[in-house]
């Protein structure tokens, strides 16, 4: 199964640039979740 943005381009259309999320950049949230379970 392709990525949504593959799926909805238009013909003729193309991605330039694409990248992905670090994990680093969810480890606010994952502290907060474990503080509030805590």
Same mark, same amino acid.
């Given at each position: 199964? !392709? %990525? @949504?943005?593959? /799926?909805?381009?238009?013909? !003729? /259309? %193309? $991605?330039? @640039?694409?990248?992905? /999320?670090?994990? $680093? @950049?969810?480890?606010? *949230?994952?502290? &907060?979740?474990? &503080? *509030? $379970? *805590?």
């Amino acid at each position: 199964m !392709g %990525r @949504y943005i593959d /799926e909805i381009l238009q013909p !003729g /259309e %193309r $991605v330039l @640039y694409s990248t992905n /999320e670090h994990w $680093v @950049y969810f480890l606010p *949230a994952i502290g &907060a979740w474990i &503080a *509030a $379970v *805590a």
